[in-house]
């Protein structure tokens, strides 16, 4: 299986920028998407944004024109570059990638982060 690790977090003020981190180690050989995911106090986990191992990206639309999505597949680390950060934006961020087996997929999405925390200032 796979252990992913996020980095990145802090706190900034309103229009700052912050770039989270999230390394996969293990067994690295399935072909798995990556996502951002956030959850606000009393609020449900929510997807940020996921990108295919191709390279394919996909946003929630809150966050749309301001946070960018990338990886790196010789680093196993998947990126989300977040700008023009927001009160909103305050949320522990998790990291999630698809549970394999070896090469196999075997749950879409099935693999967690610890979470790294965002908070923004206003």
């Known amino acids: 299986q796979v252990k992913l690790v996020e980095s990145g977090g802090g706190l900034v003020q309103a229009g700052d920028s912050l770039r989270l981190s999230c390394t996969a180690s293990g067994d690295t050989r399935c072909p798995s998407a990556m996502g951002w995911y956030r959850q606000a106090p009393g609020k449900e986990r929510e997807l940020v944004a996921e990108?295919?191992?191709?390279?394919?990206?996909n946003y929630a639309d809150g966050v749309k024109g301001r946070f960018t999505i990338s990886r790196d597949n010789a680093k196993n680390t998947v990126y989300l570059q977040m700008n023009s950060l927001k009160p909103e934006d305050t949320a522990v961020y998790y990291c999630?990638?698809?549970?394999?087996?070896?090469?196999?997929?075997?749950?879409?999405?099935?693999?967690w982060g610890q979470g790294t925390q965002v908070t923004v200032s206003s």
């Open positions: 999630n990638a698809d549970l394999c087996w070896g090469e196999v997929i075997i749950r879409k999405g099935g693999s």
């Open positions: 990108i295919s191992y191709r390279g394919s990206t």
